[in-house]
């Protein structure tokens, strides 16, 4: 598959419910293995154990996507759920076809879950707005293989520890220049302030930086 040709990652262990949202005293799933470098690669690695069998799936980030305010969940499974991105877009490759899966939110509360491919000269595209497992669902009776059983959240990889953070800290980043941005929209030039206003100045933005995270 093209899109895999020369992939270079390093490993990056973690228990991927370090970060999805469990309830109190929920038992902790099983770890999953990610080898990466990201952001500096696009690549990411997964390998996981099942019926004493090792596999690794791969895939390639498109779009990392970003946190709404009224961030939307999974579905609960084993007590966990994952926040599910707006505009994020990942490569990787099923049943030998290559997939493009993406999310999008369409409305307040609502988030459509696409998956689209080639076949041939043609291009196929299923989606759904209840889960990400509907999606592949969906996607599994389109090519006749409806018996396999296969995670929305694993092929949609909700689940991977850095992406979440990246996204946490772009957050942090953004709310933080847009805190300074509104400051300077009311305020003179902090060079053209004296050094005690240029100090409060500091003091209100760092204030408001820390409550809006």
Not at 193 to 206: A, E, F, H
Request: charged share 25%; proline share 2%; glycine share 2%.
């Amino acid at each position: 598959m093209a899109v895999f040709r020369n992939v270079h990652v390093v490993v990056d262990q973690f228990n991927k419910t370090h970060y999805g949202h469990r309830l109190k005293n929920s038992p902790t799933d099983s770890a999953r293995i990610f080898y990466h470098n990201y952001p500096n690669n696009p690549y990411i690695v997964a390998q996981y154990t099942s019926r004493n069998k090792s596999f690794q799936s791969r895939y390639k980030i498109i779009e990392l996507g970003y946190y709404l305010q009224n961030v939307k969940y999974t579905q609960k499974r084993k007590n966990i759920q994952y926040q599910i991105p707006d505009g994020y877009a990942i490569k990787t490759e099923v049943a030998n076809k290559a997939l493009c899966c993406e999310t999008k939110y369409i409305c307040y509360n609502k988030v459509l879950f696409t998956i689209t491919w080639k076949e041939d000269r043609a291009e196929w595209m299923v989606s759904s707005e209840r889960s990400s497992s509907g999606a592949v669902n969906t996607f599994l009776k389109k090519i006749n293989r409806e018996n396999s059983q296969l995670s929305g959240i694993h092929i949609f990889r909700l689940d991977i520890e850095i992406l979440y953070q990246t996204r946490i800290e772009k957050s942090k980043e953004l709310s933080m220049a847009k805190t300074i941005t509104n400051v300077n929209k009311r305020k003179h030039p902090l060079n053209e302030l004296s050094l005690s206003q240029q100090k409060k100045t500091i003091c209100i933005i760092w204030k408001r930086y820390l409550q809006e995270c």
